[in-house]
T-cell receptor
């Protein structure tokens, strides 16, 4: 079956512009995560959605970052007024039950470059 | 102190060698331990998952957890060029939403 799909795969934007990154999780997976991967920094947790519960936004680095998940499926991560330090690979993952005892299935990420 | 520390390498070995990849973690409450493999320009994929101290073997791969020293290892036997990738350790605790990842170790297996 289809895995986690992310789009676009690459995005180059000018500093100050807004960007939207999309994640289409595996069908039936109730939990969805966004992580950020920067060179030498490992994966940084951003936000977690589980079913209809309020999302865990504790990892969002600033109020320029927001995410939503419509209909319990597709998620969009929005970065407003992008800065150069936002340049990274943004990874989405889904799992069938949530909590860290369930393996995460990652997409291939969106590589964001802010010039 | 970071939750998980991992030597970034890079590590380069000849084909057939035994590879040892290691991480340390800081929180004794962490109970789940995972190893992910990430090929260039791809997302991480789960390689090994363990819950307790001790060893878990899967083919050429062995994951080892020592909770007393907060040390986790991944051993690769008879390494192959196709094993060339970045290996990420990850850990977390029951009831928490977040997994903590190491920075990844970049491995190259030379034919």
């Amino acid at each position: 079956g289809a895995g986690v799909s992310q789009s676009p795969s690459n995005k180059v934007t000018e500093k100050g512009k807004d960007v939207e990154l999309r994640c289409d999780p595996i069908s039936g997976h109730t939990a969805l995560y966004w992580y950020r991967q920067s060179l030498g920094q490992g994966l940084e947790f951003l936000i977690y959605f589980q079913g209809n519960s309020a999302p865990d936004k504790s990892g969002l680095p600033s109020d320029r970052f927001s995410a939503e998940r419509t209909g319990g499926s597709v998620s969009t991560l929005t970065i407003q007024r992008t800065q150069q330090e936002d340049s990274a690979v943004y990874l989405c993952a889904s799992t069938d039950s949530g909590g860290n005892n369930s393996p995460l299935h990652f997409g291939n990420g969106t590589r964001l470059t802010v010039t | 102190q970071k939750e998980v520390e991992q030597d970034p390498g890079p590590l380069s070995v000849p084909e057939g060698a035994i590879v040892s990849l290691n991480c340390t973690y800081s929180n004794s409450a962490f109970q789940y331990f995972m190893w992910y493999r990430q090929y260039s320009r791809k997302g991480p994929e789960l390689l090994m998952y363990t819950y307790s101290s001790g060893n878990k073997e899967d083919g050429r791969f062995t994951a080892q957890v020592d909770k007393s020293s907060k040390y986790i290892s991944l051993f690769i036997r008879d390494s192959q060029p196709s094993d060339s990738a970045t290996y990420l350790c990850a850990t977390g605790q029951t009831g928490a939403n977040n997994l903590f990842f190491g920075t990844g170790t970049r491995l190259t297996v030379i034919p």
